[in-house]
């Protein structure tokens, strides 16, 4: 128990408010990680990334959560604090992009990379981000801050800062604080 309490730190104890908006407590997190399996999985992806003792115990609870999920996102990934994953399943985020804070994801999205062309890359993320199921996010394309991805959209191009995407192909619409945290 020491061990797990030293090495709390903030980004988990935010991962664990921005799901659950309640105030963090060991107590409350030993029940969501039973209990909410988006949490359960958030937490061992971040503790995979962490070194230690217990370091390749967590790398083979989050590869067989991966597996059970039918999700592939690497505990590589730089992914900010605020990470929460509403129905995480069927979930597939490159290895090489970048997630900013509170930035949300619903079951089947993707975030992907693009190998050729002028869109070659991965996506990065900014923060205060809300994807919907099943959109996809695809090539070296910034997504700005306080932006909301409709489900079932397809972006393949830059999303300026408030910014709600709706379609496929996606089509950009203004809107001042489109995705607040108590959105998520």
């Not at 230690?52 to 083979?60: A, D, E, H, S, V």
Request: aromatic share 10%.
């Amino acid at each position: 128990m020491r061990y797990f309490k030293k090495i709390m730190n903030e980004t988990i104890k935010y991962d664990l408010e921005a799901i659950t908006k309640k105030k963090y407590s060991f107590a409350y997190l030993c029940y969501c990680i039973i209990k909410n399996r988006g949490f359960r999985y958030v937490f061992y992806l971040r503790m995979a990334g962490k070194k230690g003792i217990f370091k390749p115990l967590f790398m083979l609870l989050h590869s067989k959560l991966s597996h059970k999920m039918n999700n592939e996102i690497s505990y590589k990934t730089k992914i900010g604090k605020g990470f929460t994953l509403g129905h995480p399943s069927s979930i597939v985020i490159n290895p090489d992009a970048k997630l900013g804070e509170d930035v949300s994801v619903s079951h089947g999205v993707t975030i992907g990379m693009v190998k050729s062309g002028k869109r070659q890359g991965v996506p990065k993320l900014n923060n205060h981000i809300y994807i919907g199921a099943n959109a996809s996010i695809v090539g070296g394309v910034t997504i700005g801050n306080d932006v909301l991805i409709a489900a079932n959209s397809f972006v393949d191009f830059d999303v300026p800062d408030n910014s709600l995407v709706l379609g496929n192909p996606g089509i950009i619409k203004h809107k001042e604080n489109a995705c607040t945290k108590d959105y998520h």
